[in-house]
Structures are given as structure tokens and as C-alpha cells.
């Protein structure tokens, strides 16, 4: 049975909600031209057949500033691949994130830390300290196309960065501060910053958290960088910050000093030009440098939020994120709107339970972003906001990094508020967007989300390419039709984009397979299951096996490991299986060893929730882990590639395991 088969919904929007979000603008506008348009389920559709006219028309709803250029779109071949949006438009991602918006709220930024910290900054004083890091930025040498680094917590800082480097036509790339050197080396060491911006320390779960020797070891395996400014986080002084034993380091403090009071400029570029680069998780490798066009993730973002999420100018707009995860580009592009984003760096159960929910009445937010591991933590220590707190600014809350269950879904409406809009979405670092969310002009049913993004023509497919459309039937997820945010490519692939198209296009030629398991359902919402490559999604946060391996196998006790997600308590969580050397034993002192390893040189979250040993690894004939086939066995599905192993018998190591049964 299909999620909410034969169930009324958990929430359906009056008529007079209906009439008030931007969706139903939106809708009204199109349907002059287009009269047949009566709802947003037929918006879709259209918006699907006439790519070129739909995000034409998004451009000129959301205000885009710059020259659209003669085309709207080129479909090139046909292909997702190829197809461009704009190819001749000129335009500055941060310019018009900076743009005065009518209806703004003084404030471009709020901050919040676990500590209790409020830091509110002004359009005026962003537009300010973006001016001077620009100017500090062009006095370095910074030219257009070369990379800002930034090596963050979530805090205004990161932002500001992301839009100097923008604003003079350089590229951002970040990653959070609870990564260690390694995985901040396996990434910025092959997009080469320039300028490194990092953090002195964070705090997390009330400790501090020192950066400094890190920062030092990372920057000196960049060959490339030419200056490294440290942000004072945890220096209760600035001036005292003492950043010697960095090379070429310099204080935030002083490096924008000299250059206070620029005036402030844009360098508009074509709309191809890349923004920012994110990275893979590094499923088979090092991460995969995802480079995203300006122009596309702009348009993508104003779709999904003013018109999927009703943001508009005068909200206040909250994701709890870090600066590693999609989700924090995505929260800045909120300026773009004319909201004041909301940021909280640190723990969100420090110091209670309920710090992120609290928010909501202090900053009077309008929406509310976490992840479904989130809202099924606050679900199990019984949290019920709404016995407790007013939360009456509170139109949309939503929700994406893994599947939200049906038990979350109930909690949103029962615990937290009975009247709002729940959008669970799901997409990716890839596209930098959504492929499928929320509608607030639909009903919400437990369990499912409500349908494809517009502009997005979204599919389920058989293993033969064959559209499935059957409720409650699972396949892969792809997307058909090309939509803006396409990346460029891949940040060092080859001329001829070989990986960039392994990894989305070579399944099923000219169509996008995003590596997901989904279905329909008989109200056209949709369920994502999970993962159906090599990629773990613990926690809401994807993590390449290839870095746990990196790390695991310096350990002269292991011979060989695979790490495969275990659906558990609605949720992933990682497992590890070890191949030892002659006479180990899995011992506590070796897989606490191993813990501490992969939380200091990776990140926390690639810490294993279960450990086991085994005597043999599932090989293809081409001598690679089957990673796939583990996790399959370990999560009771048949394996799908036994005919490609080598060594098939290895699999009945991995059944029925005591370690994985609780």
C-alpha cells in the first residue's frame, strides 16, 4: 500500500492559504497565457514541456538583476547533460543576493551559537564587510575563476566569504570544522585555493574545539595558496589571535583593515560561470569536486524557496546545517529573497532539547529547516514544542538528508504545530538543489513526499530503463528533461567529462540516475528508500566509504575493510566490517582506536555505530569490494550482483550477525 493509501492527509490548506503563497502567484501569472493551468499539479506538467518558458518566467518572478541574453534555452542533443538555460545571460550570484529586496527586514543575518550567542548583522554591514573582504580579495592578486577556500563553522563569517569571492568573479569551495586534515586536503588539494579562510576553533556539545595546528597542517599541503586569514572564533581577543605557525597567515582583523570602506562591486560573468564547488561524498576515491553554474543554482534556489517553500522578503528563514552540506548554500541563496537567514553553529540538543525550537519564538522564523535524523531524535525524547511555546510565525517547516518516516511526519503535526506546511524534500549535493518536495498549496500525507519540483521531470525506472508508474513499486530515480543547476563538471575531469558522466548519465543515456531508490504513490507524492549505490546517508549526511577506508586501513592489524549502511530505527547507520591480520582479534581497545581515528582525521560523522570482523571480502571479477552486495545481505535484500563475484560464498559471512541486531 502506498504511503497515506486509504488515510486523509495530516494537513490540507485552507482555500484562503491557498490564495496567499507565492506558488498560487506564481500559478495566476502563468495561467493568463496558459488558461488550462488550473492548479499547481498542471503547473508541473507544463513546467515540464516548456522548460524554456517556465524558467524564463522564473527569472522574471524572482527578480533576477542582470542580462538575460537572447536565448532562454538551448537543448542542445535532448540531453540532461547538455541542455542549457540562458546560455548567453550575464549575471553576479552575489550581486543579487546583495540587491535591496522591498519588504526586507533590517537584518541580512542572525546568528546564534550553543553558547547563547546573538550576533544580528545588518544588509548595511554585510554589503560592508563583503566591500572589504572583496578589496582585500583583488589587493592579493585574487583573480576571476580562481578558488576561496573556506575551512568554517556556520557562522557570518563563511557567508561574507562566499560572497566577496563571488563578487569578484572567484569561485567559493568550503568544508566544515570538524573535518581533519585529510578530508580537508583530499578536497581543497585538488581545487587549489588561493585564499584559505578558516576558523581559529569551534565549539560543539560545550567544548571548544582548537583549529589552529590544523589550519597550520593543512595550509602547508596547498601548494597553491598564497594566504591563509584566520577568523577569530574562539579568541576571546582578536588582536591577540596569534597565527604565526601558519604559513602565510594573517587575522581577519588585519587582513580587512586596510581596505574598510571600499565601495562595493559586482563582476558579472556569464551565467555558466562556477559559483562554487562542492564536493562527493568519495564513495570510490577522493571526493568528486562538484562544480555548480552561477546562473543555475540562482534559479533553482529562488524556485524552491519562494515558490515550494513560500519564502519572501521580510522572513526569517532558518536551516540548521554546517558548511560542509548542501543545505548551507542553499540557506544563503535565502538572501537572494529579501529573508533574513538564521544561523545556529553547534550542538542542537546543547544546551537542551529544544535550543533549535526556541529559535522560532525568539527570531519569530517563518521557516524551519532540519534534518529528518533531527526531528526523529526530539521525537524520541518526547519534545512537544507546542505545549510549551507559541510558534505562531511558523508557516513551512522542512526537512531533507534521508527519508522522513511516517512517525516523523506525525510528530511535526502532533508535537510541534498543527497549522504548517511540511515539506520534506530531497535532492542533492549534485544538483546543489531538489529534485522532489513540498507544495503548499497541496494536503501533506505521513510518509510521502508530495511531488516532483517544478521544472523537474522526474521518473521512477526499471533496471531496464522502463518508466515504473505503478504506487509502491520501487526503481531508480531520474530525471528526465534538463534544469538549470546541471553542473558544469567535475573540478579536474578530463576534457571529455568521463567521470561527470559515469557518475549520472552512462546508467541510462541523456537521462540523470541520481543513485536513489523511489517510488510513486497513488496521491503522485513520492518515497525515497534510500540509497541505491555505494554512498552511506548516516544520519541525514552522505559519507564516501573511501574515506573511512583511508583511514581504517593505516591500522597494521587491518588487512582490509567495507563499510555499508544498515537501515536501522528509521535511519542509516554505518557498519564496518574488518578483514584482520593473522592472529588479531577484534578487540575493544582496537575498535575504539579505530573510532577515534576516523572522529579526529575524518569527521564525527564517520564514525561507525557497529563493528565486525570477517574472514573474507566480496570481490568482482575486476577485483573491487562489492560493497553493494554487503549491504544488501546486511539489510535482508536480495543481492543484486552475485553473477559479477568472484567470490559469492564470502556473503554468507555478513547474514544474520548478532553485532547488527541491536
Known sequence: MAAGSGVEPLWRPSAARVASTRMEEFRRLVAVDHPEIVDSVALQRWSVTEPGEFWNRVWDFGGVIGDKGARTFDPVDGSVRRGRFFPD????LAENLLAPRDGANPEAIIA??????????????????????????RAEGVQQGDRVAAYMPHVTETVVAFLAANAIGATFTSTSSDFGVAGVVDRFGQTRPTVLVAADGYRYGGKSFDCVGRIAEVAAQLPALRRTVVVPVLATDPSALDVSAIPNGVTWHDYLAPHRGAPLGFTRL???????????????????CITHRSLGVLLMHIKEQQLHSDVRAGDRFFYFTTCGWMMWNWLVSGLAQGATIVLFDGNPFQPSPSVLVDLIDRERLTLFGVSAKYIDSVLKVGLRPIDTHDL???RTVCSTGSPLSEEGFRWVYESLRHDVHLSSISGGTDLCGCFVGGDPTRPVYAGEIQ??????AMAVYGTDGTPITTPDVKGELVCTVPFPSVPVNFWGDDEAGTKFSAAYFDRFPGVWAHGDFASWTEHGGMVIHGRSDATLNAGGVRIGTAEIYAQVEQFAEVVEAVAVGQEWDGDTRIVLFVRLADGVSLTDDLQARIRQKLKVEASPRHVPARMAAVTDVPRTRSNKISELAVADVVNGREVRNTEALANPEALEQYRNRPELSA
Not at 126 to 135: D, G, I, N, P
Not at 451 to 456: A, D, E, K, N, V
Request: hydrophobic fraction near 40%.
Open 392 to 394: 505562531s510565525s511558523l
Open 89 to 92: 545571460a550575464v549575471v553576479s
Open 270 to 288: 556569464p551565467g555558466d560561470h562556477p559559483a562554487y564547488i562542492l564536493y562527493s561524498s568519495g564513495t570510490t576515491g577522493k571526493p568528486k
Open 451 to 456: 511531488g516532483s519540483g517544478l521544472g523537474m
Open 112 to 137: 546564534h551559537t550553543e553558547a547563547g550567542e546573538r550576533r544580528a548583522v545588518t544588509w548595511t554591514e554585510l554589503r560592508a564587510e563583503v566591500a572589504a573582504l572583496a578589496a582585500a580579495l
